[in-house]
């Protein structure tokens, strides 16, 4: 599976973005598909996935804020960001795991695709 994620930018604070994650290959809709972010000097961490079943989870610091779905027409993932914070400035990646019980887990993915970089400014 190769990923291919895009829709960052620079937006302020308070403001939206979409980023999508367009997968290759016919399997799609068997992954859980999750998004994670870093930002320089900080580890990755998880944000928000989907189970293939629209099972969602998220991080504690965006529920609310950020949506996370899938449309296995397309072999696409979406991160609807809302309420964006400064602190949600990162590299946003996203990640395919074959196994529901490591889909929230960094160390769980089996495919990765290049981030996109978001920024919010203050």
């Known amino acids: 599976v190769q990923l291919q994620a895009s829709g960052g930018g620079l937006v302020q604070a308070g403001g939206s973005l979409r980023l999508s994650c367009a997968a290759s290959?016919?399997?799609?809709?068997?992954?859980?598909m999750t998004w994670l972010r870093q930002t320089p000097g900080k580890e990755r961490e998880f944000v928000a996935a989907?189970?293939?079943?629209?099972?969602?989870y998220y991080k504690d610091s965006v529920k609310g804020r950020f949506t996370i779905s899938r449309d296995n027409t397309k072999n696409t993932v979406y991160l609807q960001m809302n309420s964006l914070k400064p602190e949600d400035t990162a590299v946003y990646y996203c990640?395919?795991?074959?196994?529901?019980?490591?889909?929230?887990?960094?160390?769980?993915?089996?495919?990765w695709g290049k981030g996109t970089l978001v920024t919010v400014s203050s």
């Open positions: 290959g016919r399997t799609f809709s068997v992954y859980a």
């Open positions: 989907i189970s293939w079943n629209d099972s969602t």
């Open positions: 990640a395919a795991a074959k196994s529901l019980a490591t889909m929230t887990s960094v160390n769980g993915m089996d495919y």
